[in-house]
Every structure is written in C-alpha cells, then in structure tokens.
C-alpha cells in the first residue's frame, strides 16, 4: 500500500498521528483535514519502511520543499513533433510538502518545444492565482525558458507573446521567483503532463489522483533505498 509493506506499520502510524493531532486540538494548535493526514501517515510509515532495508541511506538531490510560507510551483509539457500536438503538467506544493493543486491538459496545436514549456508554465502561474497563492517559487527542467523570465521576459521568438503572458502574470505574485531544476526535481508534474496524453485530463484540489500518489510520497521522503 502506497510503498509500505507492512500493515501492521501503517496502523501504528496512523495511530500515532491521530493522536498527536488529537494533542494539538487538546491545547487549540491547528489540526490538518483528513485528506493531509493521510497523506502525512503514508509518507511516514514508507520512509520507515525504507528506513529498515539494508540498502537504505539519506536521499540526496529530488524535489525539495519550499522557505516557509511559499509554496513551489512545478511545470513540465511533453511535445510530439510528429502531430505538432502536447500536453502540459503543474503540481503546487506547500513548505510541508503537501499538495494543494494539481492539473494538466491537453495542447491541441504546437509548433515546438519552447512554446509547449511557455504554455505549461502560463497554466501553472494561471492555476497559483486561482489557488490565492501570493510567495511562489517556481521550477521547471526547461534551462532556456527559465533564462528568458529571468531576464524580464525578453525574448523575439515563435513562443514571445507567451512568454511575455508569463512575465506580467508572474507580476501579480507578492514574491515569485523561478528556478531551473533537474528532471528528477520535476517528477510529479512531468508525469501529469504523460497522462494527460492518456486523456487524463483534470485539475485536482488536495486529494491527488492515484497515479501521482507515490511520486507525491517519494518526493517527501527523506530516505531512499535504490
């Protein structure tokens, strides 16, 4: 279940956090909803069932949380050259590692990928606002989209009238700042935009679809055993 083996381990977890929880209503400190204690017991018992294999050690490099009080916006698109068709992915996360939105879709006419990256990237900016999200850290595994916003969006190509969107929606945020990631940081929101290929096509508020539940998981993880 979820990358716990065990149980046994998943229940005794999960009454552990219910009663922490249940200390912090005791003395008036904010509780989480159900859906993000389920999502935190999950991660706690996997990272305690990797921690007991033998090849367990501390992760290095993968997604990292944001500064307090920011959340980190991920983007990612996928482009078919030979249908000049794509698809584009975005997952918001909290300083926590919770995931407070996700959602993908489908591009119907592209020219390369660039402007695919542009579009995915106008769509989370787009789904942060939506969401009321004001300190975003945003990241992408597209080096020169990333080098074109930081240099307030100048740019002369096919993808200029989307990259200058970007530009001034990012002007709406109190603090935003965008960073290039590798493609290990950018798991979740490569592969909602794979399965929007599949015509899963949605956006997601709190509760993640199944397919994303494990990479969510792995991301929060602190231990890795491959």
Request: charged share 20%; with cysteine; hydrophobic share 45%.
């Amino acid at each position: 279940m979820l990358g716990v083996k065990n149980f046994h381990d998943l229940m005794s977890t999960c009454c552990w956090y219910l009663w922490w929880e249940r200390r912090k209503l005791v003395h008036n400190e904010p509780v989480q909803d159900a859906k993000r204690v389920a999502q935190a017991v999950c991660a706690l018992a996997a990272n305690y069932a990797i921690a007991c294999d033998p090849k367990a050690s501390l992760k290095r490099g993968g997604w990292c949380k944001p500064p307090s009080g920011y959340v980190k916006l991920n983007v990612d698109a996928a482009f078919d050259w030979d249908l000049l068709q794509g698809a584009m992915g975005a997952v918001i996360r909290d300083d926590r590692g919770h995931m407070v939105v996700a959602g993908n879709k489908l591009i119907d006419s592209c020219y390369d990928v660039l402007t695919v990256e542009a579009m995915a990237l106008k769509f989370g900016l787009n789904m942060a606002l939506t969401a009321g999200c004001n300190r975003l850290i945003v990241n992408s595994d597209n080096l020169e989209l990333m080098e074109i916003i930081n240099k307030d969006g100048q740019y002369a190509g096919d993808a200029a009238a989307i990259v200058d969107d970007c530009y001034h929606l990012a002007c709406e945020f109190s603090s935003i700042v965008f960073e290039f990631c590798p493609r290990e940081s950018n798991v979740v929101a490569h592969e909602l935009a794979r399965i929007a290929r599949s015509s899963l096509c949605n956006e997601w508020l709190d509760n993640a679809p199944s397919e994303l539940l494990p990479l969510l998981l792995k991301d929060v993880s602190l231990i890795t055993n491959e």
